[in-house]
């Protein structure tokens, strides 16, 4: 069973600040994803990465296959990006593993 | 396209009480997945199913049933609830191991 931790769990930032949110697995996969879960509940997927990095606008994802660890970043952070960011490893027939989620928060 | 929908959003129930929850999705995809999510533990996989007339267990899949006879529709059942299965339950769909598109969630209060 992979175990997948994520870091910090509470963030509170400041309108601008550069982000960065960590995750870890300990089994090797073929996917990593980085979902987005609002304060209404829902969830969103934000990127799907197997390999390097990939961008959406001020989000950057990263991955290290070696290492088993990937990093979720926001640039020019903003309060609309205050939400629960979750890391779920996996994937596939049998679904995901998923981190216990980092509460971000961006104060103006 | 409406995605992925469930029904009911919000349903309280008497222990013993069974119930079941619908995940509907219109995008045609072959997998579909039951998940729950708790206050501190994160998401956890109910149950799966990779297409029609297929279910499969995931993580905790105890006291919980599962039944895909329509692509589309994804049904998880509560034969006699309990107040551990209070909890809020997401269905995803999934063209086939790839991006997940998640429901919007239904809370369930098992008094």
């Known amino acids: 069973k992979n175990e997948v931790e994520q870091s910090p769990q509470n963030l509170t930032a400041q309108e601008g600040e550069f982000i960065t949110i960590n995750c870890s697995y300990s089994?090797?996969?073929?996917?990593l994803h980085w979902l987005q879960q609002h304060p209404g509940g829902g969830i969103v997927s934000l990127f799907m990465l197997s390999s390097g990095k990939k961008k959406h606008g001020r989000l950057i994802a990263t991955i290290n296959i070696q290492e088993k660890h990937s990093s979720l970043h926001i640039t020019a952070s903003h309060p609309r990006d205050s939400a629960v960011y979750i890391c779920?490893?996996?994937?596939?027939?049998?679904?995901?593993?998923f981190g216990k989620g980092t509460h971000l928060i961006i104060q103006p | 396209n409406a995605g992925v929908t469930q029904t009911p959003k919000f349903r309280v129930l008497k222990t013993g009480q069974s119930m079941t929850l619908l995940c509907a999705q219109d995008?045609?995809?072959?997998?579909m997945y039951w998940y729950r999510q708790d206050p501190g533990m994160g998401l956890r996989l109910i149950h799966y199913s990779v297409g029609e007339g297929t279910t499969a267990k995931g993580e905790v899949p105890d006291g919980y049933n599962v039944s895909r006879l329509k692509k589309q529709n994804f049904l998880l059942g509560l034969e006699s609830a309990a107040p551990s299965q209070t909890s809020v339950y997401f269905c995803?769909?999934?063209?086939?191991?790839?991006?997940?598109?998640f429901g919007p969630g239904t809370r369930l209060l098992v008094l």
């Open positions: 995803a769909s999934s063209p086939g191991g790839e991006t997940q598109y």
């Open positions: 779920a490893a996996g994937g596939g027939a049998d679904g995901l593993t």
């Open positions: 089994v090797g996969i073929s996917a």
């Open positions: 995008m045609n995809h072959e997998y």
